[in-house]
């Protein structure tokens, strides 16, 4: 099982954004939201969605952010039809390219 890092910059609160969490058992969850730190609360404490009750605890390992509601909730749309391959390959691009701006 891949055990991605943890995204260490979160969007600020209002900004609206697609995340992906790594479950305890290795599973990714794709979400969204505008306040990135309560949802991470709400899954950690069993209040998120259904899939991550039980799962936690959940590590953000991917985000991506928008300008509306509606751009967020299409590209979760989106993300949540990929296949786990290509949803690594999104997390380790983003990761690789966090490791280029520092």
Not at 53 to 78: D, H, I, L, Q
Request: net charge positive; glycine share 6%; hydrophobic share 30%.
């Amino acid at each position: 099982m891949t055990q991605f890092r943890e995204i260490i910059k979160e969007p600020d609160d209002g900004v609206c954004c697609v995340y992906i969490l790594q479950c305890r058992d290795g599973s990714l969850y794709t979400g969204w939201t505008n306040h990135l730190q309560e949802r991470l609360k709400a899954h950690n404490t069993g209040r998120g969605a259904k899939y991550t009750k039980g799962r936690g605890p959940v590590r953000c390992v991917y985000v991506e952010t928008f300008a509306t509601k509606e751009e967020a909730m299409s590209r979760e749309f989106a993300v949540k039809h990929l296949a786990r391959a290509e949803k690594e390959k999104l997390i380790f691009s983003a990761l690789r390219d966090s490791h280029i701006k520092s």
